[in-house]
């Protein structure tokens, strides 16, 4: 299908539920791009895969009861991550056994309170792999207005946020509020993942979080550019995404998702600094022309940053 | 410090320590592996709670974000893979001080420089802290502590892994901040470095063992206690050589 094709079908109001789709796509990748930065720079995937299926229950509960889909995973999604930011004080048990025990509880209650619905094997199959179909008018005011929270959040604890991720001992010395400061970081997280739900599904929303803020790490050494690149890279997966299953019919988020997987491994061997392909040039150049100023006469790359330099 | 005592774990780990500190002061906390050097600096901060006696900064009892201390943690706790330059790294010293919500301001931006020249890293601001050495990541964390202009300065093992040359330029900075009316106090294993630049040593194993300038620091049943070795170690033949 061509671009136009594409086009005329989102203006199309017979097919009003697809520039619904593009828009709440959009949006939750955008969120998702900025908040993935902190998860991927504190190592946090797993908080974001916990909090995924965390929400399960609260969508399950809300589709039994009929009621707003985001809304329920909110509520269920926020409750786990407040019950892993408390039982991870308690250093006995690691971080990662305490999300292991959470997920995996979260998801079990989930399924059985589904199954007590009627009629929910369709259903499941939506939570888990996302639609573009019945997402209703209210939800994208509800994603709009929780990306906007969320970004203004971001914006606003920036700078507490990176202090606590670069050195936890001395942010406490300063007086942050560590503490409360990771419950504000996890909430937005889970929020993130509550919004984009719908269209990518439960199981591969942790893509979202985690792949554009990943290839844009690598991209570049600033975060500020990263915190911009990897919304960017997350928006256009989204919109080239949805084009193409829209096209060839296939799963939307599987489709979002392998797009911005091919961006990831793009930005692996093409990045200008530390891709693998930059890296290979430059050591050609090193050893081609001595007389050249190559990264080996660079005290910049003298130290640990070159391990493969060598 | 008066009459001090932390439990951590329920174990006891530090007991009846008394121990002031002077502004001009060069203080080098001296011990073995677990004896508690980390554990006093971080009862000073009031990062960890205490079991009896009190901390006084400045005559008011010590809390964390009080901006009269300047902490230096182990150069492990900081996560040097982090997207970040150096001068940014140097400005998250002052997070706690702008305050919630608050962008950096020109001030910021100004104690920021002063603090990088300081430990002279102004040449390598921009560059991502995860390119720095060793040394040089050292200097940024001195830096980042000195941006709050701190008139005591806590340092944990900032010589630990460094070569001579970048001791003995961290050496001078601590001598020339103690020389600016700051109170100074590091833990080191370096004996050497601490009797050089060192105008006073404590000898620290759960309790205070010694406390005095180094040449008054002679006698080696101080260090066989504080050290817990033989009386033919070598640590014994260099104390008696510096
Ligand atoms: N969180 C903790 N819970 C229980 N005990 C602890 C804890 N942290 C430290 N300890 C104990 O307190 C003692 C002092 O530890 P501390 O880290 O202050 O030693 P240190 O003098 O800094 O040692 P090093 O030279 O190895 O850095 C050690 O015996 C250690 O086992
Ligand atoms: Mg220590």
């Given at each position: 299908?061509?671009?136009?094709?594409?086009?005329?079908?989102?203006?199309?109001?017979?097919?009003?539920?697809?520039?619904?789709?593009?828009?709440?796509?959009?949006?939750?990748?955008?969120?998702?791009?900025?908040?993935?930065?902190?998860?991927?720079?504190?190592?946090?995937?797993?908080?974001?895969?916990?909090?995924?299926?965390?929400?399960?229950?609260?969508?399950?509960?809300?589709?039994?009861?009929?009621?707003?889909?985001?809304?329920?995973?909110?509520?269920?999604?926020?409750?786990?991550?407040?019950?892993?930011?408390?039982?991870?004080?308690?250093?006995?048990?690691?971080?990662?056994?305490?999300?292991?025990?959470?997920?995996?509880?979260?998801?079990?209650?989930?399924?059985?309170?589904?199954?007590?619905?009627?009629?929910?094997?369709?259903?499941?199959?939506?939570?888990?792999?996302?639609?573009?179909?019945?997402?209703?008018?209210?939800?994208?005011?509800?994603?709009?207005?929780?990306?906007?929270?969320?970004?203004?959040?971001?914006?606003?604890?920036?700078?507490?946020?990176?202090?606590?991720?670069?050195?936890?001992?001395?942010?406490?010395?300063?007086?942050?509020?560590?503490?409360?400061?990771?419950?504000?970081?996890?909430?937005?997280?889970?929020?993130?993942?509550?919004?984009?739900?719908?269209?990518?599904?439960?199981?591969?929303?942790?893509?979202?979080?985690?792949?554009?803020?990943?290839?844009?790490?690598?991209?570049?050494?600033?975060?500020?550019?990263?915190?911009?690149?990897?919304?960017?890279?997350?928006?256009?997966?989204?919109?080239?995404?949805?084009?193409?299953?829209?096209?060839?019919?296939?799963?939307?988020?599987?489709?979002?998702?392998?797009?911005?997987?091919?961006?990831?491994?793009?930005?692996?061997?093409?990045?200008?600094?530390?891709?693998?392909?930059?890296?290979?040039?430059?050591?050609?150049?090193?050893?081609?022309?001595?007389?050249?100023?190559?990264?080996?006469?660079?005290?910049?790359?003298?130290?640990?940053?070159?391990?493969?330099?060598? | 410090?008066?009459q001090l005592e932390v439990d951590l774990g329920g174990r006891p780990v530090l007991r009846d320590i008394n121990l002031r500190l002077d502004r001009g002061e060069?203080?080098?906390?001296?011990?073995?592996?677990?004896?508690?050097?980390?554990?006093?600096?971080?009862?000073?901060?009031?990062?960890?709670?205490?079991?009896?006696?009190?901390?006084?900064?400045?005559?008011?009892?010590?809390?964390?974000?009080?901006?009269?201390?300047?902490?230096?943690?182990?150069?492990?706790?900081?996560?040097?893979?982090?997207?970040?330059?150096?001068?940014?790294?140097?400005?998250?010293?002052?997070?706690?001080?702008?305050?919630?919500?608050?962008?950096?301001?020109?001030?910021?931006?100004?104690?920021?420089?002063?603090?990088?020249?300081?430990?002279?890293?102004?040449?390598?601001?921009?560059?991502?802290?995860?390119?720095?050495?060793?040394?040089?990541?050292?200097?940024?964390?001195?830096?980042?502590?000195?941006?709050?202009?701190?008139?005591?300065?806590?340092?944990?093992?900032?010589?630990?892994?460094?070569?001579?040359?970048?001791?003995?330029?961290?050496?001078?900075?601590?001598?020339?901040?103690?020389?600016?009316?700051?109170?100074?106090?590091?833990?080191?294993?370096?004996?050497?470095?601490?009797?050089?630049?060192?105008?006073?040593?404590?000898?620290?194993?759960?309790?205070?063992?010694?406390?005095?300038?180094?040449?008054?620091?002679?006698?080696?049943?101080?260090?066989?206690?504080?050290?817990?070795?033989?009386?033919?170690?070598?640590?014994?033949?260099?104390?008696?050589?510096?």
């Amino acid at each position: 299908m061509s671009i136009t094709d594409f086009l005329t079908d989102l203006f199309n109001p017979n097919l009003a539920f697809l520039p619904k789709a593009l828009a709440i796509a959009v949006m939750s990748s955008i969120v998702c791009g900025v908040v993935g930065c902190y998860v991927v720079l504190r190592g946090m995937a797993f908080i974001g895969d916990a909090v995924a299926h965390a929400v399960f229950p609260g969508i399950a509960v809300a589709f039994v009861l009929q009621g707003s889909l985001v809304l329920g995973g909110a509520v269920a999604g926020v409750a786990t991550a407040l019950l892993i930011a408390i039982f991870s004080q308690n250093r006995r048990v690691k971080e990662d056994s305490i999300i292991g025990v959470f997920l995996v509880g979260a998801f079990a209650l989930g399924i059985v309170i589904i199954s007590q619905a009627p009629g929910y094997a369709g259903s499941l199959q939506q939570f888990l792999f996302g639609s573009i179909t019945g997402i209703p008018d209210r939800d994208l005011y509800v994603v709009g207005g929780a990306g906007l929270v969320i970004l203004g959040l971001v914006l606003a604890l920036h700078k507490e946020f990176v202090a606590v991720c670069l050195d936890r001992e001395m942010s406490r010395s300063m007086g942050l509020p560590v503490f409360w400061l990771d419950i504000v970081l996890y909430v937005l997280v889970t929020l993130a993942v509550v919004i984009s739900l719908q269209t990518i599904g439960n199981i591969l929303v942790l893509a979202l979080l985690i792949t554009p803020a990943a290839a844009a790490r690598l991209l570049t050494d600033r975060l500020g550019v990263m915190m911009l690149l990897a919304p960017v890279i997350g928006g256009s997966a989204a919109v080239v995404g949805l084009y193409l299953s829209w096209s060839y019919d296939t799963p939307v988020g599987g489709t979002i998702v392998l797009i911005a997987t091919a961006v990831f491994l793009a930005a692996w061997l093409l990045a200008p600094r530390h891709g693998l392909l930059a890296r290979r040039w430059r050591r050609r150049a090193g050893q081609g022309d001595g007389s050249r100023p190559s990264s080996l006469s660079d005290p910049s790359s003298r130290q640990e940053a070159s391990p493969v330099t060598r | 410090m008066d009459q001090l005592e932390v439990d951590l774990g329920g174990r006891p780990v530090l007991r009846d320590i008394n121990l002031r500190l002077d502004r001009g002061e060069l203080v080098g906390l001296l011990g073995p592996n677990g004896a508690g050097k980390t554990t006093l600096l971080r009862a000073i901060l009031a990062l960890t709670g205490i079991r009896a006696g009190r901390v006084l900064v400045g005559g008011k009892p010590s809390r964390p974000g009080r901006c009269e201390i300047g902490y230096v943690p182990q150069r492990h706790e900081f996560t040097w893979d982090f997207p970040i330059s150096v001068e940014q790294a140097v400005l998250s010293g002052r997070t706690g001080r702008m305050g919630l919500f608050r962008r950096p301001g020109v001030a910021d931006w100004r104690a920021v420089g002063a603090a990088l020249d300081r430990v002279q890293l102004t040449e390598l601001r921009r560059r991502p802290v995860g390119e720095l050495s060793g040394g040089q990541r050292q200097r940024v964390l001195v830096a980042r502590a000195l941006a709050l202009a701190p008139r005591i300065l806590l340092l944990d093992e900032p010589f630990t892994g460094l070569d001579m040359p970048t001791q003995e330029l961290l050496g001078d900075l601590f001598t020339s901040l103690a020389g600016a009316e700051h109170a100074v106090l590091m833990t080191t294993h370096d004996l050497v470095a601490a009797v050089d630049t060192c105008s006073r040593l404590v000898l620290l194993n759960g309790r205070i063992i010694a406390d005095g300038h180094p040449a008054d620091l002679q006698d080696a049943a101080l260090w066989t206690t504080t050290f817990g070795v033989s009386d033919t170690s070598p640590l014994l033949k260099l104390v008696k050589a510096i």
